[in-house]
């Protein structure tokens, strides 16, 4: 018969999550679970998740990169992004998501990680895109600026999710080709990265399709102002 009590960590992070406690606690707590109902010892258990740090180490860089975010914040870098992008002529929100957008899939391309939430997005784009919005209009409604910072946030996610695999030697592409080679499939580094490219191209147009939406509907609200 089959144990099924080792999965209880997958139980204790999906209540944990839908809780909204603690997500380091919880993940913590589901792997020292898991491995006392697998009957590893404690000793064992503390040597692997150890051991997965150190491993794992470069993931621990946030720490030092939030730190130094929150200080060029507090010395004007979203009021001198936003000026930036206020000096610029014809920019508009749906015209900066797209260039960082493509900056993003190029630079994934080559294997550079540039970007990043709380590196560019928070502190950069998301300003610039207010201040591309706000050109020859009233100051954006709290309901407006929310919507131009969640796209802000989705250039990133659309940029970076669906280009990893466009670098040969990125970690995707080798992780899947050690499954299909481990399953009788061998495929080539080459062959792999190209099938890649419709999806990042893809992606584009999608992503492309909203930012244009999302910058009509500003730009009708700043002409009812106009006409008010």
């Known amino acids: ?3 099924f009590w080792p999965l209880i960590g997958v139980v204790i992070i999906t209540l944990g999550l839908a809780f909204k406690l603690n997500t380091l606690l919880v993940i913590l ?17 503390l040597s692997i998740l150890g051991e997965s740090f150190t491993n794992n180490r470069y993931m ?15 010395f004007g870098l979203r009021e001198r992004a936003e000026q930036l992008i206020g000096s610029i002529k014809n920019a508009s929100a749906a015209r900066v998501l797209m260039t960082y957008l493509l900056l993003r899939k190029v630079t994934n391309a080559m294997g ?15 300003p610039m895109a ?3 919005a706000e050109k020859g209009r009233q100051p954006l409604a709290e309901d407006e600026s929310q919507k131009v910072k969640a796209l802000s946030a989705a250039s990133e996610n659309f940029g970076n ?28 580094l080459e062959d792999m990265y190209i099938w890649a490219l419709p999806t990042a191209i893809g992606s584009v147009i999608i992503f492309g399709l909203f930012a244009w939406r999302a910058d009509r509907r500003l730009k009708q609200v700043a002409k009812q102002q106009e006409n008010q």
């Open 130 to 132: 207010e201040a591309a």
């Open 60 to 74: 621990s860089l946030f720490i030092l990169v939030l730190p130094m975010i929150g200080v060029l914040e507090r």
């Open 29 to 45: 707590t589901a792997g020292v679970v898991t491995g006392l109902v697998a009957d590893i010892s404690p000793m064992q258990i």
């Open 161 to 188: 999710f669906f280009s990893q695999l466009l670098f040969i030697g990125t970690g995707g592409l080798l992780l899947i080709k050690g499954v299909l080679d481990d399953n009788g499939f061998p495929v080539q």
């Open 1 to 3: 018969m089959i144990d």
């Open 112 to 126: 550079l990680n540039l970007g990043g939430h709380p590196s560019m997005i928070r502190p950069l784009v998301a």
